[in-house]
């Protein structure tokens, strides 16, 4: 310790963080100075962050290297402030970097230095490496960061509300524009790391979806430093997985599988569902690390891993151990998964396995699979109506009255298959459950002629005066609001004796 420090007590440290250690060609430069106090009363003059542009590089007929050096960027962040003994103070910077920018590497570098002057001490100082990477660019549809700025103000804001909605939006428009904002990628990693829960929920979030495609090594580390942090905050985990799932194809796999052999199921399902729904397609090392966990002790993972080979419905042989699964596995969970993933297989030529698999378990002794089967009718093929036609039969006269009803509402996606209408109608008419009824008129109202429809609809609420019946019929008119028969049988719904049933229609009428 030099003479000054031992007199006026020493002990001031200067800490440079950069938000991100390598950036783009006319991206951002951002970070954080944290100036630590010493042992006395000290007062500032000035403190700089500079970015020093260096090329060293080999001349012809020389030992001695060329070296060359410029000063891009030579600014102050705070003049004349006292520093009290022991405090310590924080100063965030960004800069916009030029845009023509070398990238490093062949003898180019750059280097972050940051110096206090606190007179009677020794100056602190601190320095950090920037890499600089190729980017795309400053073209006409790249914002600078005060384009972003006067875009989103709110990305300024110290209302956590506004701050929250303008990444928000940020987020959303990332997937139009995704590479003319790679400009706030250090704007979200800061807030990140030093918002609230709900700021770094939502920055992470808006992060994840701009940098999708772009990540780099720096964004994989610092996901699995968020994975190590994330404590019980649900939402900033979910987050965290969703952007590990999106960077998978470029370096992020590792880290999903570590995360896929988590003691916490919930860990574990969010993976797998976060690979299904996330995570490219198909990527080189998905479908193996998804088949490794098909064992999964919990149900709810299993269901999440089969659920996610909807992905792979073109390999024959795994959508065939996806049928034979729902044999074996004990979990309605899971069984009602490997239903929904056989759907859209004749796609892919494996019309056979479906229809097979279909109506082998329509006698399942679990609903939710038989459920599931009525959810997916829609899915054949429209040659595919004799299919259709024995399946929905055969699940309208299900014991089960929540059966009947998700089926009786499907025929609303069925409209390819006008020839199954009288199906339809016979539940409408004969089913003893009325919201069941109700739900089959709703489901007609995709299949008949419009005249039709109302003509039935007049039928209904004149033999049957259940509440859910005019509910159902209600429902059916609302798509049909713009047309004379449409309008006409709304007007008469007005006058219902079911008062929440007139009030709606008149409702709708007002919208049509």
């Given at each position: 310790m030099g003479f000054l420090n031992k007199l006026f007590g020493g002990g001031t440290k200067l800490e440079l963080t950069l938000d991100a250690s390598q950036a783009p060609a006319g991206g951002v430069l951002s970070g954080t100075l944290t100036l630590r106090g010493g042992k006395?009363?000290?007062t500032l003059t000035s403190l700089k962050v500079r970015l020093l542009y260096l090329l060293v590089r080999s001349t012809e007929g020389s030992s001695l290297p060329e070296v060359k050096t410029n000063m891009l960027i030579d600014q102050t962040l705070a003049e004349g402030e006292s520093l009290p003994g022991g405090s310590s103070r924080d100063y965030e910077f960004s800069f916009q970097l030029p845009a023509d920018l070398d990238p490093s590497g062949d003898g180019v570098s750059y280097k972050v230095m940051a110096a206090a002057d606190i007179p009677k001490v020794a100056d602190p100082t601190a320095e950090a490496t920037l890499t600089i990477v190729e980017g795309a660019g400053m073209d006409l549809d790249t914002l600078t960061l005060e384009d972003a700025y006067a875009r989103w103000p709110d990305l300024r804001s110290d209302d956590e509300d506004e701050l929250v909605e303008a990444m928000r939006e940020v987020m959303l428009e990332c997937y139009s524009e995704r590479d003319g904002l790679q400009v706030l990628e250090p704007v979200l990693a800061k807030h990140i790391r030093k918002g609230s829960p709900e700021v770094r929920t939502q920055a992470l979030e808006a992060w994840a979806n701009l940098l999708d495609g772009h990540a780099r090594k720096e964004h994989i580390a610092f996901l699995r430093e968020l994975a190590g942090s994330w404590g019980d905050d649900v939402d900033f985990r979910r987050e965290v997985i969703t952007a590990a799932a999106k960077f998978a194809d470029e370096g992020a796999l590792s880290l999903m599988k570590e995360l896929a052999k988590s003691d916490?199921?919930?860990?574990?399902?969010?993976?797998?569902?976060?690979?299904?729904?996330?995570?490219?397609?198909?990527?080189?090392?998905?479908?193996?690390?998804?088949?490794?966990m098909m064992d999964d002790p919990s149900p709810a993972v299993r269901a999440a891993v089969f659920g996610a080979f909807s992905d792979f419905r073109d390999k024959k042989?795994?959508?065939?151990?996806?049928?034979?699964?729902?044999?074996?596995?004990?979990?309605?969970e899971v069984q009602a998964a490997c239903?929904?993933?056989?759907?859209?297989?004749?796609?892919?030529?494996?019309?056979?396995?479906?229809?097979?698999?279909?109506?082998?378990?329509?006698?399942?002794?679990?609903q939710r699979v038989r459920k599931e089967i009525a959810e997916n009718l829609n899915t054949f093929a429209e040659t595919d109506v004799e299919t259709v036609r024995g399946l929905a039969q055969r699940l309208l006269q299900d014991g089960d009255p929540e059966v009947r009803r998700t089926?009786?509402?499907?025929?609303?996606?069925?409209?390819?298959?006008?020839?199954?209408?009288?199906?339809?109608?016979?539940a409408a008419e004969n089913d003893p459950v009325a919201k069941v009824r109700g739900d089959a008129l709703f489901g007609l109202s995709s299949m008949l002629p419009v005249a039709e429809l109302t003509a039935f609809y007049r039928g209904r609420l004149a033999a049957d005066p259940a509440s859910e019946v005019a509910w159902g019929v209600l429902s059916g008119l609302r798509d049909h609001g713009d047309?004379?028969?449409?309008?006409?049988?709304?007007?008469?719904l007005c006058g219902s004796p079911h008062e929440d049933v007139a009030s709606s229609a008149r409702e709708a009428l007002d919208d049509a």
């Open positions: 006395k009363d000290l916490d199921e919930e860990v574990r399902q969010e993976v797998a569902d976060q690979l299904r729904f996330a995570a490219s397609d198909k990527f080189r090392g998905k479908l193996g690390m998804l088949e490794g042989k795994l959508m065939k151990r996806v049928a034979e699964r729902i044999d074996t596995d004990p979990s309605e239903i929904s993933t056989l759907a859209l297989i004749h796609y892919d030529g494996l019309a056979d396995l479906q229809r097979a698999t279909y109506a082998k378990h329509l006698d399942n002794p679990n089926t009786a509402w499907q025929f609303v996606n069925l409209s390819e298959f006008p020839a199954l209408a009288p199906l339809g109608k016979a047309t004379p028969e449409g309008q006409a049988l709304l007007r008469e």
